[in-house]
């Protein structure tokens, strides 16, 4: 990115990341395409996409800090398989740069696919909030680990998977729920941004517009994206990823 005008752009699009976060999740289906239009190749895009949403992630966290309250032992336990599993979806990404290349349409696509599921599985997650545990035990260890290294190598729609996961195997209400896969996410996009930062290239100048763009973009969410029609948020989303996935493969 060499133009006002592409800084202008990854500026615009860390917003509405950061917006669309906060209501519906996958704001990396908007960031990361922008980069590939760019001309960012896509490691590189994905590494610095990575690293420069990570303010977003902990203003969320931080944001959530009132619903995190009496949630300590539980996210203490989960904390360990998220970083585990942050840690393992970067270093694959780092082993094998050239089969991201090839699986990024099928990624995108793949996030496409859960954006569209999302109220079903935000249903599933409240019946099955009412019928499980308060931690989740060993199940709920391993599929928070395999979220978290899907969140590490790609991570669009990684709020999607882990809230759901967490309906489906913890008896708790959503708005809880949600603050905790907000720290969970901070902790899986902070050990994989550790990781690119000391072992990749990293587009800094992409990093330092995409986070203040996503600080903002979480304020803006949280005070006036809720008047947005979530479905309207999620079809845009949808076709903006189906279109890079296409021409990807053509």
């Known amino acids: 990115m060499t133009t006002v005008a592409g800084g202008l752009a990854v500026v615009v699009a860390g917003v509405a990341a950061g ?16 980069l590939l239009a760019l001309g960012y190749p896509p490691v590189l895009a994905n590494v610095s996409n990575t690293v420069g949403l990570l303010p977003g ?25 998220s970083l585990a599993g942050g840690a393992t979806g970067a270093v694959l990404l780092l082993l094998m740069p050239g089969v991201f290349r090839e699986l990024v349409p099928v990624l995108i696509l793949g996030a496409c696919l859960l954006v569209a599921l999302q109220p079903r599985l935000a249903k599933r997650a409240a019946v ?13 260890l391993l599929g928070v680990y ?11 729609a990684y709020g999607v998977i882990t809230l759901a996961l967490l309906g489906i195997f913890v008896d708790d209400s959503l708005q809880r729920l949600n603050g905790a896969k ?17 072992g990749a290239d ?33 079809a845009l989303i949808v076709v903006v990823g189906v279109t890079v996935s296409v021409t990807l493969l053509v």
Request: net charge positive.
């Open 19 to 34: 917006t669309v976060n906060t209501i519906v999740g996958s704001g990396s289906l908007i960031t990361f395409p922008t």
């Open 57 to 81: 992630s902990v203003s969320g966290a931080i944001g959530y800090r009132r619903e995190l309250y009496g949630q300590r032992q539980r996210i203490l336990a989960l904390s360990a398989a």
């Open 128 to 140: 099955g909030a009412g019928r499980r545990g308060a931690h989740g035990g060993p199940p709920l």
């Open 146 to 156: 395999a979220t978290g290294v899907y969140g590490g190598y790609f991570g669009a």
């Open 182 to 198: 907000n720290v969970l996410g901070a902790l899986v996009n902070g050990v994989a941004a550790l990781l690119f930062a000391a």
């Open 202 to 234: 990293v587009a800094w100048e992409v990093v330092g517009l995409l986070a203040a763009g996503a600080v903002v973009g979480g304020q803006v969410g949280a005070r006036v994206g809720r008047r947005i029609p979530a479905p309207v948020l999620r």
